[in-house]
């Protein structure tokens, strides 16, 4: 894989996880929470949208979509998609660093196993 095509997986996938992140602190948040758990449907999709958190996560996922089409039409499906479970390596650390969220050893092995499988692909092609 060329470096720049390398670039353009993780650029994706970051945008990815990026989403993830944002995604969670927008359903998180009082005015989103409030609206999910008392408001009706309209509300909720008021609050969603009006959310910058919600709308600035689903702009990072379609970012995310496009930067990946352009992996797809410069790469192998086999060799790129792999990369992509990187994606829930760094789901679980920012979940851990920027919500305290505790993963657990089971989690952790999980993240290890991704990670080496990845490689093995990697190497592989």
Not at 40 to 62: E, H, K, Q, R, Y
Not at 70 to 77: A, K, M, Q, T, W
Not at 88 to 100: C, D, E, M, N, R
């Amino acid at each position: 894989m060329r470096p720049v095509d390398l670039l353009m997986v993780l650029i994706s996938v970051a945008l990815s996880s990026l989403s993830q992140v944002v995604l969670k602190r927008g359903m998180t948040s009082a005015p989103v929470r409030a609206a999910l758990e008392g408001g009706g449907i309209g509300d909720t999709l008021i609050a969603l949208v009006t959310s910058p958190f919600v709308t600035g996560g689903l702009a990072c996922f379609g970012m995310s979509a496009v930067v990946w089409l352009f992996v797809l039409s410069r790469i192998p499906l086999s060799l790129a998609y792999p990369f992509v479970a990187l994606g829930i390596v760094a789901t679980v650390f920012a979940g851990s660093t920027l919500f305290g969220e505790s993963p657990t050893p089971q989690s952790l092995m999980g993240v290890a196993l991704i990670v080496s499988g990845v490689v093995m692909v990697g190497l592989a092609k």
